[in-house]
Nanobody, 125 residues
Framework: QVHLAESGGGMVRAGGSLRLSCAAS????????VGWFRQAPGEEREFVAA??????????NYADSVNGRFTISRDNAKNTVYLQMNRLKPEDTAVYYC????????????????WGQGTRVTVSS
């Protein structure tokens, strides 16, 4: 069982930066892949980025829309995954969710078993 809690959302102007955090409970967190998804009003939840379990050695995955602007990382000692968001755009406005699944990343919401409550990001033009 994994419990997730996001933080770090807020309002920022276009071109600015935010860092989201996803704090997890559970002693086996390092064995879980963690993904970030977002959902804008009236839209479906979409994949943003994901990182494999701690020992995989593989590179993170990113959606094309955020590649080069967002960076996902994990600190297993703190049971936390971060999403550093730079050069934000108004179209990045959404509620951002972190999610966890065993071992390897997925890019679909249905791939993930555990979800946080979400944190809202608003980017003004």
């Amino acid at each position: 069982q994994v419990h997730l809690a996001e933080s770090g959302g807020g309002m920022v102007r276009a071109g600015g930066s935010l860092r989201l955090s996803c704090a997890a409970s559970g002693s086996t967190f390092s064995a879980y892949a963690v993904g970030w998804f977002r959902q804008a009003p009236g839209e479906e939840r979409e994949f943003v980025a994901a990182v494999n379990w701690a020992g995989s050695g593989s590179s993170p995955n990113y959606a094309d829309s955020v590649n080069g602007r967002f960076t996902i990382s994990r600190d297993n000692a703190k049971n936390t995954v971060y999403l550093q968001m730079n050069r934000l755009k108004p179209e990045d406005t959404a509620v951002y969710y972190c999610a966890a699944k065993w071992l390897r990343v997925g890019v679909r919401p249905q791939d993930y078993n555990y979800w946080g409550q979400g944190t809202r990001v608003t980017v003004s033009s």
